[in-house]
């Protein structure tokens, strides 16, 4: 009897799924590499990715999760059925806990992973982390192995939940704001003022009544390792940005933004932050949706 209750402890324990926090160090990632249902996924380019990375870690372009919508809007998210595919291809189940893993050489190499972060939560899969601080961070420890070379996944079947709340489009968004959410600017302080603009056809400014909080200040120095906690609630206090309650993160094309979404949704918390994947590149094409610009230039 108790090598029998013994068996189907062990048994249990090996079949419980591995859940992480949004956010692993690389002791964390080095102590799990040999678990069963752990993807190492690389955002590398294929270059820098054969030259080292991981052990086991398996490579995707960042293209592949994004693309331009028949209207014309750029990276948006890749329809779900292709990026099904795109997934399983990679060795990716339901099962399987994700650890999204760039190069860490800045704020805007980690807001790779915050997209492909928050892609893996619209399609319903909650087993995903980032390396805070990327593959820097974890080579500098000089105490882990890297590999070089390509690793050839072997397929598995992945089925997307869809969480259609993960994705308002502009629609949503206007309702949203005129219903009392707060729009959150994290593209530059030039782009929300309305300095800078977009394309030819997109107008400079922000949304209505939009703070900035560039996404760049929410990691240390603009680099690849993520604020504390403390810092990032000193930071959201300094911005004017509250850390409950109904937001909307944009920038140009929804990359930058994914960062402050993760931010706000992930770290501290706040389950009403909503990324606006279309965001200005979208909006600003659009006159019937309302934009502000604080300093009236001449385009």
Same mark, same amino acid.
């Given at each position: 009897?108790?090598?029998?209750?013994?068996?189907?402890?062990?048994? *249990?324990?090996?079949?419980?799924?591995?859940?992480?926090? #949004?956010?692993?160090?690389?002791?964390?990632?080095?102590?799990?590499?040999?678990?069963?249902?752990?993807?190492?996924?690389?955002?590398?380019?294929?270059?820098?990715?054969?030259?080292?990375?991981?052990?086991? *870690?398996?490579?995707?372009?960042? !293209?592949?999760?994004?693309?331009?919508?028949?209207?014309?809007?750029?990276?948006?998210?890749?329809? #779900?059925?292709?990026?099904?595919?795109?997934?399983?291809?990679?060795?990716?189940?339901?099962?399987?806990?994700?650890?999204?893993?760039?190069?860490?050489?800045?704020? !805007?190499?980690? *807001?790779?992973?915050?997209?492909?972060?928050?892609?893996?939560?619209?399609?319903?899969?909650?087993?995903?982390?980032?390396?805070?601080?990327?593959?820097?961070?974890?080579?500098?420890?000089?105490?882990?192995?890297?590999?070089?070379?390509?690793?050839?996944?072997? #397929?598995? %079947?992945?089925?997307?939940?869809?969480?259609?709340?993960?994705?308002?489009?502009?629609?949503?968004?206007?309702?949203?704001?005129?219903? !009392?959410?707060?729009?959150?600017?994290?593209?530059?302080? *030039?782009?929300?003022?309305?300095?800078?603009? !977009?394309?030819?056809?997109?107008?400079?400014?922000?949304? #209505?009544?939009?703070?900035?909080?560039?996404?760049?200040?929410?990691?240390?120095?603009?680099?690849?390792?993520?604020?504390?906690?403390?810092?990032?609630?000193?930071?959201?206090?300094? %911005?004017?940005?509250?850390?409950?309650?109904?937001?909307?993160?944009?920038?140009?094309?929804?990359?930058? %933004?994914?960062?402050?979404?993760?931010?706000?949704?992930?770290?501290?918390?706040?389950?009403?932050?909503?990324?606006?994947?279309?965001?200005?590149?979208?909006?600003?094409?659009?006159?019937?949706?309302?934009?502000?610009?604080?300093?009236?230039?001449?385009?």
């Amino acid at each position: 009897m108790k090598i029998r209750l013994l068996t189907g402890l062990l048994l *249990a324990f090996t079949l419980t799924p591995l859940f992480a926090t #949004p956010l692993v160090d690389a002791e964390w990632l080095n102590a799990h590499l040999k678990d069963e249902n752990l993807v190492v996924l690389d955002l590398q380019d294929r270059n820098s990715y054969q030259r080292y990375h991981v052990p086991g *870690a398996v490579n995707s372009n960042y !293209g592949d999760w994004r693309q331009t919508s028949p209207k014309g809007t750029p990276q948006l998210m890749t329809p #779900p059925a292709r990026l099904e595919q795109l997934i399983g291809s990679l060795g990716i189940d339901n099962d399987s806990q994700v650890v999204l893993v760039v190069m860490g050489s800045g704020a !805007g190499d980690m *807001a790779s992973a915050t997209r492909i972060y928050w892609t893996f939560k619209a399609l319903g899969h909650d087993q995903v982390s980032i390396l805070d601080g990327g593959l820097i961070n974890y080579a500098n420890k000089r105490v882990y192995p890297l590999q070089k070379g390509l690793n050839q996944p072997k #397929p598995k %079947a992945f089925k997307a939940k869809l969480r259609t709340a993960f994705r308002p489009d502009s629609q949503t968004v206007k309702a949203a704001l005129e219903n !009392g959410a707060l729009a959150v600017d994290n593209r530059s302080r *030039a782009e929300y003022l309305g300095i800078y603009r !977009g394309g030819d056809k997109e107008r400079p400014g922000s949304l #209505p009544q939009a703070v900035h909080l560039a996404y760049d200040w929410l990691t240390v120095n603009g680099g690849g390792q993520f604020q504390s906690l403390d810092n990032l609630k000193k930071i959201y206090a300094a %911005a004017g940005v509250p850390l409950q309650g109904k937001q909307i993160n944009y920038c140009h094309t929804g990359h930058r %933004a994914a960062l402050g979404w993760f931010v706000s949704h992930e770290l501290l918390g706040n389950e009403e932050a909503q990324l606006y994947d279309g965001s200005t590149a979208e909006w600003a094409k659009d006159a019937n949706l309302p934009m502000e610009q604080k300093v009236q230039l001449e385009f």
